[in-house]
């Protein structure tokens, strides 16, 4: 079931990576580099800073065959993408969800503070859009419009929590699993974002 | 007293990142983000390529809450921090000094050679803003005009040439790191920059 | 022999990294970076990948010592360094041969997939380039156009079919080299590239 999950959050997000490459006019090397950082980047990060090498998918061929076979489709289908936005947007959620928490699992296992697991898990979920955006020239997304990373975090803070209750570990990741979906698809869905810091300004300025 | 320059240290750098990030208009994750990998992402950069994983924050809760709590008190005094531009210099200053010198002695350690072991002290005092201006899309200040490199390169000089010299290792730490500050306030004060390359050109071009 | 070409290597990727450094105009200290990170910068995340260590540079002073002086020398005879196009561009494609054939042995040394050897091959030739454009503040040439890349990964399976064939493992290395360096001759000879994505839009935006 978990693998199953995975499988569909990479590739939703592979997908994610080449709609982004498809509009920068990158060629198809380009295309396969961004959907691979995009699917792999935040987990690829993560093993590199706690010192978990070879990274996770250089010892399991699973996400390389994934994503190659995902990105090919996608180029070939890409006139037609816009009616997988409703699925993509489901496969992504639940794929935040899980990478999260194989994320927290990976900090616990190394028995690192509560805070650092949640950054681990919040990392794993959302900085491969960040590593995209990065090789893509632009400023990241998610630093503007951060709905995922506070439903990651959110979701980490209640596995802490229920952890403490002495909760059974397969309900752990359920609920957690579940809170995060639940905030991000009511965010996006209520149009729900961070508290302004800039309310005090008179203008937004236009980057 | 080193404990306290770090902290010092960590605060000037995290600031500096979230002046970057409230220019940018980010959101309040991206402020946390820019102003966390401000302050620990050039001792990050050093730890992963020496290998010394989990990377040093992940072990040491100090710099998240330290970087936590400025970061919030940054986004709510914003409009005042012009204040503290002068106090938060010098921290800034004392702060490269030290952390010039944490990572020569880690590449001591590692018995790596006096020139490496200087890379990578001004790797730990130079990069956080590196990658701080990467995520914030924009080509790294430091590569423009560079006080601060220059200042820890030639402290990580002086550093092994009194340890030829079999000074006691206490002196080393002092003299080295005064060098730096003194360096680095010199060149801000007296507006030093290294030689320009472009000087037989007939004029700038503005980026 | 093998030692020659890497260092000619690096002197050409250290060359092309000091061109485009002079391009956005930066200082002695960020000119001196981008040589490095252009050539070291493949092998560099090759090796915080697979875990290897210190990285390579950090145990091998040559590295520093030729990207230091062919920096200063680049930098000194800049008006001139056009005259160095051709050899520059043998020694970088020969170059880009050895790299991948490095990284493939690295992959092979720790027992992983041969598409993983390449593309640890691949990222080792040419993800130099890829961080000097992100640390430039531009979108990778590579994701634009190919060349360099699709002649590693060709050579790269070149070399495992030839190793399935058992062929002694000096002439695998040999032809492999030789493949990588004759497509990537060719391609800029005849101007080939990938077929292009975009082939069904009626106009190329220019970004």
Redesign the interface.
Same mark, same amino acid.
């Given at each position: 079931m978990f693998y199953i999950i995975d499988i569909l959050g990479t590739i939703s997000f592979a997908i994610s990576g080449v709609l982004v490459?498809?509009n920068?006019?990158?060629?198809? %090397?380009? &295309?396969l &580099?961004?959907a691979f950082v995009t699917a792999t980047g935040g987990g690829?990060l993560r093993d @590199?800073?706690?010192?978990d090498?070879? @990274?996770f998918w250089?010892?399991n061929?699973t996400y390389?065959y994934v994503i190659l076979a995902t990105t090919i489709s996608a180029?070939i289908i890409?006139?037609k993408i816009d009616y997988l936005k409703t699925p993509m947007f489901m496969f992504d959620t639940i794929g935040i969800g899980l990478y999260t928490l194989v994320g927290i699992q990976k900090g616990i296992n190394?028995g690192?503070?509560p805070?650092?697991c949640i +950054?681990l898990g919040t990392m794993s979920a959302c900085f491969g859009g @960040?590593l995209r955006d990065?090789?893509?020239?632009?400023?990241?997304v998610? %630093?503007?419009? $951060?709905v995922y990373?506070?439903a990651c975090i959110l979701g980490g803070v209640s596995f802490f929590l229920l952890r403490k209750l002495h909760v059974d570990s397969n309900f752990i990741y359920l609920i957690s699993g579940v809170i995060i979906i639940t905030i991000r698809l009511l965010a996006v869905r209520f149009k729900i +974002?961070?508290?302004? @810091?800039?309310k005090?300004d008179v203008e $937004?300025?236009n980057?």
């Open positions: 490459a498809l920068k006019r990158m060629d198809a %090397f380009g &295309i &580099i961004i690829m @590199v800073l706690i010192g090498t070879p @990274v250089m010892t061929m390389v180029v890409k006139r190394l690192l503070h805070i650092i +950054s @960040v990065i090789l893509c020239n632009q400023i990241p998610i %630093f503007r419009k $951060e990373a506070t +974002s961070l508290p302004n @810091v800039y005090d $937004e300025i980057l």
